[in-house]
Nanobody, 122 residues
Framework: QVQLVESGGGLVQAGGSLRLSCAASGRTFSGYAMGWFRQAPGKQRELVAAITIGGTTKYADSVKGRFTIYRDDARNTAYLQMSSLKREDTAVYYC????????????????WGQGTQVTVSP
């Protein structure tokens, strides 16, 4: 198993930046595909960004060009750098992990963090 702990959320003005971190413990981090999800009040959880074990990334259209997902396997940490934040980015952000044996984007994730709140003010 792997345990995930997010950090880095908070209150930021529109146009600002935040970097979320997802620290993993347990099994070998490099063997997990990682994803960042978010859930706003009254809305379904959505995939924001994902990264394979090879470092290939994909993004939701709503965050392309503004968010960057990356990973540091030596530090067992995944990151989500968020820039040009908008009010509609306000949500609880979750990181998730799925054990994989080759480079692909999983359709399900087995392990989840507790979430970190991101609030973007006008």
């Amino acid at each position: 198993q792997v345990q995930l702990v997010e950090s880095g959320g908070g209150l930021v003005q529109a146009g600002g930046s935040l970097r979320l971190s997802c620290a993993a413990s347990g099994r070998t981090f490099s063997g997990y595909a990682m994803g960042w999800f978010r859930q706003a009040p009254g809305k379904q959880r959505e995939l924001v960004a994902a990264i394979t074990i090879g470092g290939t990334t994909k993004y939701a259209d709503s965050v392309k060009g503004r968010f960057t997902i990356y990973r540091d396997d030596a530090r067992n940490t995944a990151y989500l750098q968020m820039s040009s934040l908008k009010r509609e980015d306000t949500a609880v952000y979750y990181c998730a992990a799925h054990a994989v044996s080759w480079r692909y984007f999983p359709s399900i994730y087995d392990y989840w963090g507790q979430g970190t709140q991101v609030t973007v003010s006008p």
